[in-house]
């Protein structure tokens, strides 16, 4: 390269780097600027003050929100179901003590008649499960399907059934004054029930 | 001896207010994003980096007491900001075509006396001969082209001394030319 050609490609290199150097920004470029530095210094400053960065909620505190009513919700419908099935379960309690004494009834009571006396503890039990489900109602009054039982007639039962068709007259004033006499009975339990009582607790 | 551009005395950036920021925005703005496209070559990309080096300015505006020399401490944040940013970008290369069509019109240019403009062949031939320059000679260089900066204040920029800036900028240019007079003779 001679000194010609070194002079032109010194002049060439100025040209071309001071055209590599020039660069013009699109317009507005400061106030582009500007407006996200405005952005950014609120957000420092809210973060410096320890505010929350905005009003909106943002998706992270939805979510724990959600997820508390979802919780909540779900707690809710657990207890539901539960508290559901217990009244079930004392629903069937129900039935089962009621059952006997609808059979005995109907079997011409062979029971002695202090098992017969309606607990007071026992008649609220059945009073509140009747009002509450409709599961103790129906198991208060039994199926007919069901009851009396196909069990077969006992042998003192077919006498009793037989005595009845023949005298029927004799079996109602039986059955009349056995009924007065369970009725004595009871009263007499009922007077006697808090002196026994209190005996028993001395 | 760059941090030396810290100081207590009184300038428009070292208020911690906003009319200090957007002074600064106002009057530097332009330098700060020559500096960026010098690096980074692409105007999305500069543009970019001159928000990041604005919004780097604010976080730290609260830690600094003063700046005594608020261009050259821009230009500094400014050229940080886009060597992080070039570092992630892929290297550009020329086509074999594009590298034929830049060889022939620098020819063109050099044997004729008048002074055309360097087309975008030519543009990008050159920016690929800057890009293999060793490190501190390109850095030296590509600061060089902005015209804002004179050596003294490059020197600051780049932490070293002014007759290091200008030492760095003659092997440079020597390097660059040699190449440029090479490619030349190849066609």
Same mark, same amino acid.
């Given at each position: 390269m001679n000194l010609r050609d070194d002079e032109k490609l010194d002049r060439w290199l100025d040209r071309a780097l001071g055209e590599y150097g020039k660069a013009e920004p699109r317009r507005g470029l400061e106030g582009r600027i500007l407006a996200n530095l405005a952005i950014a210094e609120r957000e420092v400053e809210l973060r410096s003050t320890g505010q929350p960065r905005a009003a909106v909620p943002t998706f992270g505190r939805l979510r724990w929100r959600?997820?508390? %009513?979802?919780l909540a919700a779900g707690a809710t419908i657990v207890i539901a179901i539960w508290v559901g #099935?217990?009244?079930? $379960?004392?629903?069937?309690? =129900? &039935? #089962? =003590?009621?059952?006997? $004494? %609808? &059979? $005995?009834h109907n079997r011409g009571g062979a029971l002695p008649p202090i098992s017969r006396t309606p607990n007071p503890r026992h008649r609220a039990a059945v009073r509140r499960t009747r009002n509450s489900t409709r599961v103790e109602t129906t198991s208060v009054s039994p199926h007919l399907d069901q009851f009396p039982s196909q069990r077969p007639l006992s042998e003192q039962e077919q006498l009793l059934k037989t005595y009845v068709s023949q005298f029927p007259k004799e079996a109602a004033v039986i059955a009349a004054e056995q009924e007065q006499r369970e009725k004595e009975l009871e009263g007499l339990y009922s007077d006697n029930r808090p002196n026994s009582d209190s005996e028993q607790e001395r | 001896m760059a941090e030396a551009v810290i100081s207590n005395s009184a300038i428009p950036l070292a208020d911690a207010n906003q009319d200090a920021l957007e002074t600064a925005v106002r009057e530097h703005g332009r330098l700060v994003y020559r500096i960026a496209y010098s690096v980074l070559r692409n105007h999305h990309d500069a543009e970019d980096a001159t928000q990041e080096t604005f919004i780097r300015v604010l976080r730290y505006r609260r830690k600094l007491e003063g700046v005594r020399d608020p261009k050259t401490w821009l230009a500094r944040i400014a050229w940080r900001v886009a060597v992080e940013r070039g570092t992630k970008q892929p290297e550009i290369s020329l086509s074999e075509m594009e590298n034929q069509a830049a060889v022939m019109q620098l020819r063109s240019q050099l044997a004729s006396a008048e002074e055309s403009v360097v087309g975008n062949e030519m543009a990008e031939l050159l920016g690929c001969l800057i890009s293999a320059l060793p490190e501190p000679l390109r850095d030296a260089l590509r600061l060089s082209t902005v015209e804002e900066l004179d050596p003294g204040e490059i020197a600051e920029v780049l932490g070293t001394s002014e007759s290091s800036v200008r030492s760095r900028l003659f092997r440079a240019r020597q390097i660059l030319k040699e190449k440029l007079a090479g490619v030349g003779r190849q066609v």
């Open positions: 959600f997820g508390f %009513a979802g #099935s217990g009244l079930r $379960d004392h629903g069937k309690k =129900t &039935v #089962s =003590t009621s059952v006997p $004494d %609808a &059979v $005995d | -």
